[in-house]
């Protein structure tokens, strides 16, 4: 079996929701509803009553007081009222009325029962959510075909409600995936890239923590703080471009491979951007793209924007394109941050972690410089929950 059947088998609506229902053809299933007749009169009700036994109808709540009608269809629900239009007190229109304001009930079939052959009433019944009618004296050979073709077409409204339900869940399950999926391989993209360099990858989790702990402290909340989250994961993503003789050397780099080590901005410009069907070859002398560019979707544009900044410095010192102050994205002076702080406070190849003050203290130098002073203060005011973090995602070893 294909990757690709595999996929398709998972995120297929069951089989149940891939038709609509049909309208319901079992007349005996439609004798097994609860039926309520409200008429003034006790011998209109014995009479409607009977009729519809005799058809096999056997579920009934009835009542001469129109003023106990809504309580009664509130409690009992029945699927069908066969209410009388002429009352004492509170007439029929009142409680069809009511019926049709209150969501409980707006769904019940209300079918008229009348002697009124007022065409300006019969039209007002209809503008207020009348069913049907059915004419005093009843028709008894009428009465039972109008209550079945009712009470199918309700069956068959309900058997819709249900299945638009179970589709919606369906959807909120697929998209739930889907979202699982999103994260998961967006995670596996950061790792697959950090794995160069750090035989844990927890170091894009960390980053990712750190830019949402500086986020919501700078008023970035819910699922903004969550994309922001998983977005710095990507930072360092153009790392997969970069050869393993400067990513893994433990001295320091010569100024020719540091200018190659830039150059995981400009990979990771192009890794982030959408697929295109006619991709291009990306020379190591290629000037990177706009900090503007990204995928089609907001983690990949976020994603971009991370990427091709979060080397810069506030001061305009930093690469790819030496922006300063404002124009760096405020993304890109978060995950400036949090990347920084976890270069000083992890073990690399080409050095030893350093304890948390001095880590601390080295950043609060850079204060203007290379970071954002906001950002900066944000990500120290927050620097118990940042040594949490350090301590609960800590490499191995």
């Known amino acids: 079996m294909s990757s690709q059947t595999i996929i398709a088998e998972r995120l297929a609506p069951p089989a149940a929701l891939r038709q609509p229902p049909h309208a319901v053809a079992d007349a005996a299933l439609v004798k097994e509803c609860k039926l309520m007749v409200v008429d003034d009169e006790p011998t209109n009700v014995k009479i409607v009553r009977r009729l519809l036994e005799l058809e096999g109808f056997s579920q009934f709540v009835t009542t001469t007081d129109g003023r106990k009608a809504m309580t009664l269809i509130r409690d009992e629900k029945p699927d069908c009222v066969l209410l009388d239009l002429m009352m004492p007190f509170v007439t029929g229109l009142d409680v069809l009325d009511e019926m049709r304001h209150d969501p409980a009930t707006a769904h019940i079939p209300a079918i008229i029962l009348t002697a009124v052959t007022d065409h300006k009433v019969r039209c007002e019944a209809l503008k207020r959510g009348a069913t049907d009618f059915l004419n005093k004296p009843v028709d008894p050979a009428e009465l039972a075909p109008r209550v079945i073709n009712v009470l199918a077409a309700k069956a068959y409204q309900d058997q819709l409600v249900e299945y638009n339900h179970s589709l919606e869940a369906a959807v909120r399950e697929r998209t739930r995936l889907l979202e699982q999926a999103y994260r998961e391989i967006g995670l596996v993209l950061a790792r697959a890239a950090e794995y160069r360099d750090n035989d844990t990858g927890l170091h894009v989790v960390r980053v990712g923590r750190y830019a949402r702990i500086i986020g919501e402290e700078l008023g970035i909340v819910g699922d903004d703080a969550d994309l922001l989250e998983r977005a710095a994961q990507l930072h360092d993503v153009g790392k997969i471009g970069i050869p393993d003789s400067i990513l893994l050397k433990p001295g320091r780099l010569t100024d020719d491979e540091f200018e190659l080590m830039k150059r995981h901005c400009a990979f990771g410009d192009r890794i982030l951007q959408p697929y295109s069907g006619d991709e291009p070859q990306l020379e190591i002398g290629e000037p990177p793209l706009s900090v503007a560019n990204g995928g089609a979707t907001p983690l990949l544009v976020l994603a971009h924007r991370i990427a091709m900044s979060h080397h ?32 000083l406070s992890s073990r690399r190849c080409y050095k030893d972690s350093f304890p948390v003050d001095e880590c601390f203290d080295t950043m609060a130098e850079k204060r203007g410089t290379q970071f954002d002073p906001r950002v900066l203060d944000a990500f120290l005011r927050r620097r118990d929950e940042v040594a949490d973090v350090l301590m609960r995602y800590a490499d191995e070893g």
């Open 312 to 343: 810069e410095h506030w001061d305009g010192s930093g690469y790819p394109v030496g922006l300063a102050a404002e124009a760096i994205p405020l993304e890109g002076r978060i995950t400036a941050v949090a990347d920084v702080f976890d270069a």
